[in-house]
């Protein structure tokens, strides 16, 4: 093997995934080459701190995915300790404490010697962006898309929110989407109610029991898995279209109407 070559292979993302409040999910990101790490939105501080000191990784970066404090709350505090850099979303960097870099889609991160690619996924805020490290093959996605569903829309429309999922969607099949919630099983108890003729979903509605019962994660999920299972980003499939009655409408309305279905569900 060539140094060069075994460079390449030595430098990757190590990724620590901790369980943060109830339900959220906090992930710490490791490049060792570059001795930096991330942690990518600042839930539960105390998690984090116990993250640190568990991996041993000291604290440069924080990448805010949006503004909701369960994302940014514990901004200010860590800075504080760590004086780490924050970069955020341009279109919220007035609600993310202590940013330093803003940016929005079709920016690029640089994180030691690995690099993330920004996209703008707004709907549940205006402004959320997710971070793509292409080489990877891993998106942190904050609240926009969630194994098997996706955020609620607080801030932004329907189209918007598509939109935003479709970028999410184009992703190598392979990419494994690291969302910053346990949601999965609530979100498959509705989706078989707008899916149910989808085999491969029911097939992983019952997994996810078992993995829940046993008290395992289910996130990261992959594109490929979304892809094929979740409503949200199927609402130009014949089955979801034909469970809402929409056969042949506008991708944008019967993703409309199942996100609205879901906030009834
Ligand atoms: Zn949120
Ligand atoms: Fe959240």
Redesign the pocket.
Known sequence: MTPTKERAAMSRLEIYQFEAFDD?YGFLIHDAEADVTAAIDT?DTPKILAALDKTGWRLSHILNTHH?F??AGGNLELKEKFNCEIIGPTGEADRIPGIDIKVDEGDTVAFGTRSAKVFNVGGHTLGHIAYWFEDDGAAFV??ALFALGCGRLFEGTPAQMWGSLQKLRALPPSTKIYC??EYTQSNAKFAVTVDPENDELLARAAEIDALRARGARTVPTTIEMEKATNPFLRPDEPSVQRAVHMVGADPVDVFAEVRRRKDHF
Do not use: Q
């Open positions: 959220n839930p909701h369960d994302h904050g609240d910053a919630h």
